[in-house]
C-alpha cells in the first residue's frame, strides 16, 4: 500500500505491481496506511482524520475524527479490533471498531441490537 499528497491512498498486488484499489475519501494529503490482522480492513490517516476502509472493495465506512491537527499515524492493534491514531496536537487516540470482524460477528452484533430495541 501506499499514500500520497494527492489525497488518496492506492492497495498494489505485491506480485505484480499491479495497482488494485485506489482509495479516495480524504480531503488533504495521507500520510500512513496500515492493513487490520485479518487483512479486512484499512485505515488511512490525513489531516485531522483517518478513514476507515474496507479492503475487498475499496470503499470508505466511516471517518475517525477527534484530533486537532495531522494525524501522523494510524494503524490496527494485533488483537480485539482496536484502531490507534497519533496526533501533531500531541495526543493519541483509541478506538474500538465494532465492524472489524468477520460477517458472522456483524451479523451477531447486529441481531444483539435488535433484540435489545424490543
Known sequence: MT????????VWNA???RL????VGHSLPV???????????????SYFAAGLWNAGT????SYLVGHTAKLTGASFSPVDNWILTGSEDGT?????C?????????????????RALR
Do not use: F, M, N
Not at 465494532?98 to 435488535?114: D, M, Y
Open 31 to 45: 500520510s500512513t496506511v496500515s492493513y487490520s490482522p485479518d487483512g479486512h480492513w484499512i485505515v488511512t490517516a
Open 92 to 96: 493519541a487516540r483509541v478506538y474500538h
Open 3 to 10: 499514500v500520497s499528497d494527492d489525497h488518496t491512498g492506492r
Open 58 to 61: 475499496g470503499q470508505l465506512v
Open 20 to 23: 488494485l484499489r485506489v482509495l
Open 15 to 17: 506480485r505484480t505491481g
Open 98 to 114: 465494532v465492524i472489524c470482524q468477520p460477517l458472522s460477528g456483524l451479523e451477531a452484533t447486529a441481531k444483539a441490537r435488535l
